[in-house]
Structure formats: C-alpha cells, structure tokens
C-alpha cells in the first residue's frame, strides 16, 4: 500500500544492506545499499520496544530530496508485518532524488533512529551523484520542517560539504555553505568570510536554479547586503512564480501588511496562488483568525 503525502513544507552508510540501531526503537535496513536513479528500494524494519504493544499498523516515510529544491517529496508506504520484522517496497522513488531520509510511525509513536532519522544517498556507479553529499551536509545544518528531526552537527556537516567539493569543486551552494560553516565555527575570519563570499558571487552562479538564488541570497545577507539578497530572491519569484521560494516571498508579504484590508487582501492573493503550497494551512488558519478578530 503506498501513500504519498503531499508535503513540500515540510547518510545511507555503505554497508551492504544498511543497518543502524535505534535504542528502544527499532533497526531499519535498506537496499541496495547504493540505489542508483530511481532505483527500487527495499526496505526491512524489525521493531523494537517502541512498537511492542501497538496495535496500529506501521508506516515508513521517505523524505526525498533532488538537488535544486528545499523541500523534499514525502511518500508513506504501510509495512507489512511478520513477526517482528515489517517490509515495504519503494517502487515509485522520485527520478530527481540524491538524497533521502526516512522515518517510521504509526500516527502516534515515531521511531527516528535516535533523533538521526535514517538516510538515503544515492549512486551513479560506485560514487554518490552529485549534490547527494550537499544534501547530507545540509540534512545536518537543521530543517525547516517540523516532520524532519536531525540534530545540528557542524562537524559531519563539514565533512560531507567537502566530500561534496571533492566530487564537484564548483558546486556553488557547497562553496557558499563551506565559507559559512567555516565562519559559524569561528575557522575563518569575518573579513575572510565576506572576502570568499563577494569572490563566490563575483564569480557568478546559475540564477534560473533556486538552490543557487537561495544559497547567494543568504550570502548576501550575511555580509550585510540585505537589498541585494532581496533583489537576488525577487527576481528570481517574478521569473519562476511557482516554486518554493516565490511562495516562501507571498508568504513574508503577507505578514509584512499593514493594515487589516491589506492582510487579508494578501493572504487571499496566497491561497489563490498557493492552495496546496508549503504554508497553505497555516495561511487559512491566519485568515480565519482574521475573521474571528473582526467579531
């Protein structure tokens, strides 16, 4: 049975097949153990004392995440249940993923792996393809998303992001988050930071990927270039008005009106264009709210 859940908001070890403890939760294997583009994926996950006494069947979700894009796809499949052991078949993995995480729940109770979740890279052959060590460096530098848990980890964040520039050196959302991590840890100098950045951005990016406007835009802001960050992120929405961060720049308008007319004139604009968006809930219930207000 697979369920996709329409969530945009919202490191596979190399071990053959994966295999990582979960304390009281369970143990969770996947393979191959390198899946390659759009591979078949097999998952086996054998309960532990989270799930002892539930009655409730088991999901795995699989938060999927291609190379340009913040958000992942997310799909749930029911694990069938032998024993102990549950499996699934992921049979409709995303062309488009390098990188995923998974967790398993039964609505209630959710097994991260010790607050790890447990991970997906992906393969061209016997190499990871690219940005799949960006997204692993990134899965560790927190989320936006109150349905992912990963603790922040400077340190394998530092180390994937130079796997990453091992493999591709001229990944410029991986150079952008080296300098900056490096900074956040006190390695490089403020001057040293903002000379890397200007020489990233002077050296010029691919503004139609939104990765790229995004990682150059918080760039920007960091060295003290709030406008040109705004102008960066404006641009790009106008062009492409349908992606995460155009909904993301609706979403700030909104919450930037003025005056009662203006909010709801605003937040109506956002429903319209963004009915199933990342924030679309939260949108409907500030509209509501607005209502209630009014008396």
């Given amino acids: 049975m697979n369920i996709p859940l329409h969530i945009k908001s ?9 295999l990582l403890m979960a304390g009281i939760g369970g143990t969770l294997e996947i393979s191959p153990a390198k899946p390659g583009v759009g591979s078949t994926l097999e998952i086996e996950y054998r309960s532990g004392e989270l799930f002892s006494v539930t009655d409730k069947p088991l999901f795995t979700v699989v938060y999927f995440y291609n190379a340009t894009q ?6 749930s499949y029911q694990l069938k249940k032998s024993g102990k052991t549950y499996t699934a078949e992921v049979k409709d ?14 609505g209630k109770q959710t097994d991260w792996n010790g607050d790890n979740m447990w991970e997906i890279l992906f393969y061209d052959g016997k ?3 690219n ?19 990963r603790p922040v980890s400077f340190p394998l964040a530092l180390k994937s992001l130079r796997s990453e520039l091992d493999q591709n050196p001229d990944n410029f959302q991986a150079r952008i ?6 900074y956040e840890t006190k390695e490089i100098s403020k001057t040293e930071f903002t000379t890397r950045v200007e020489a990233l951005i002077k050296g010029g990016y691919n503004a139609e990927k939104e990765n790229e406007v995004r990682a150059a835009a918080r760039a920007l802001q960091s060295i003290g270039l709030p406008a040109d960050a705004s102008d960066v992120e404006k641009k790009f929405a106008i062009k ?6 155009a909904e993301e720049l609706m979403r700030v308008s909104c919450m930037q009106a003025k005056t009662p007319d203006e909010f709801e004139t605003a937040v109506r604009d956002y429903l319209k264009a963004f009915n199933y968006g990342v924030f679309g809930d939260g949108m409907y219930m500030d509209l509501l709210k607005f209502y209630l207000q009014q008396g």
């Fill in 131 to 149: 940005n799949t060590y960006l997204r692993q460096a990134l899965s560790h530098l927190g989320s936006p998303i109150i349905n992912i848990k």
């Fill in 240 to 245: 492409y008005p349908k992606t995460d961060l």
């Fill in 10 to 18: 919202i490191f596979i070890l190399l071990f053959s097949p994966v």
């Fill in 70 to 75: 913040m958000y992942p796809v997310a799909l």
């Fill in 127 to 129: 190499k990871p393809l």
């Fill in 93 to 106: 993995t995303p062309s488009d993923a390098v990188f995923a995480l998974v967790k398993v729940t039964n």
């Fill in 177 to 182: 988050t080296l300098a900056s991590v490096l």
